[in-house]
């Protein structure tokens, strides 16, 4: 079993709906369904399916966390506001009894990928040990910054849990769990400040988490030593904040447009992409649009490969909501 499960997708901060955007939606739905003809009971669930998936759930507003699982081993990725949704779950076994283990792997320490720490219950139970690991050596700095005042109430040395640190090696694979199945590789991503990407090997899958970046480095020789975070890849998670354009307008702001992991995609021969870090200020239909405009570019790639006489691999790719489980 290796698994991975996106319990936020979008980036910079947390975008709740508001009261206003909930009922104006509802209503919507309703319009739509009585004009249709649909009256009945049994109609409800037939024309809910029949919607796309950001008329009826939409793609979610909690920030980047991932939680992987590989056999026995358990890790999370991150802890944006999207932690509180794997909460309830971590809460049932050891870690609610003051028993248990966590580790956590950080890309970065910007706002959305940490805010979810100051709310995870198990840090306050004795006798639960928080593993946190990170390339950047100012991950101790980080914690203390984030746990006093003005930022939050409580200081790090009044946590009941054991902290313990771990300093990761650039590009270096380290072994996750007892079992010693899970291989895990840091790899740097192209982001102001140094962000580190996460590829993971177990049992020959593979699956890399590429966020945030700017993908300003997609040639063989530009990635140099980090190409290998893209090469023969079962899932790739890839950042896709702004349009073609928006990425045009923002260079160096540190996102991406999902036409660049598309390329990645197709020359690395990647089976399967999912498009993350929704820009906040979207709407549910904007990044819809988004994930048309690289439907188009894609097609249109396709086609230039072919006419060229290369055939083009195929990939499956999509924009991910919150929620979203891929089973390797």
């Not at 975008?15 to 009922?23: D, R, W």
Request: some cysteine.
């Amino acid at each position: 079993m290796f698994k991975l499960k996106l319990w936020g997708t979008r980036g910079s901060i947390p975008t709740p709906y508001t009261p206003e955007e909930v009922e104006s939606r509802i209503r919507d739905l309703f319009h739509r369904f009585f004009a249709r003809k649909h009256h009945a009971l049994e109609d409800v669930e037939p024309f809910l399916h029949e919607l796309q998936r950001h008329e009826f759930g939409g793609w979610g507003g909690n920030t980047a966390c991932v939680e992987v699982k590989a056999g026995d081993t358990q890790l999370i990725i991150d802890a944006g506001s999207g932690l509180k949704g794997l909460l309830p779950e971590l809460m049932k076994g050891p870690l609610g009894r003051g028993q248990g283990e966590v580790h956590f792997y950080f890309t970065h320490f910007h706002w959305d990928h940490i805010i979810g720490l100051p709310f995870f219950t198990p840090l306050y139970i004795p006798g639960n040990k928080i593993h946190l690991h990170a390339v950047q050596k100012d991950l101790p700095a980080m914690m203390k910054t984030l746990f006093q005042k003005p930022f939050f109430p409580v200081p790090l040395e009044s946590l009941g849990a054991t902290i313990v640190y771990h300093e990761l090696e650039p590009r270096k694979p380290v072994t996750v769990g007892a079992q010693g199945g899970l291989t895990l590789t840091p790899y740097l991503l192209d982001h102001p400040d140094p962000c580190w990407g996460y590829r993971l090997d177990y049992q020959g899958k593979s699956a890399a988490y590429c966020v945030d970046t700017e993908g300003t480095r997609i040639s063989e020789l530009l990635l140099g030593d980090d190409l290998p975070m893209y090469q023969h890849l079962d899932l790739m998670i890839f950042d896709s904040q702004y349009t073609i354009e928006e990425a045009i307008q923002k260079m160096n702001w540190g996102h991406a447009a999902a036409a660049i992991g598309i390329d990645l995609a197709l020359r690395e021969h990647i089976r399967k992409v999912a498009f993350v870090h929704h820009d906040p200020m979207a709407s549910d239909q904007k990044i819809a649009d988004a994930e048309k405009q690289a439907r188009e570019y894609y097609h249109f790639e396709i086609k230039a490969l072919s006419k060229s006489g290369v055939k083009a691999p195929h990939v499956d790719w999509f924009f991910a909501r919150e929620g979203d489980e891929f089973s390797l």
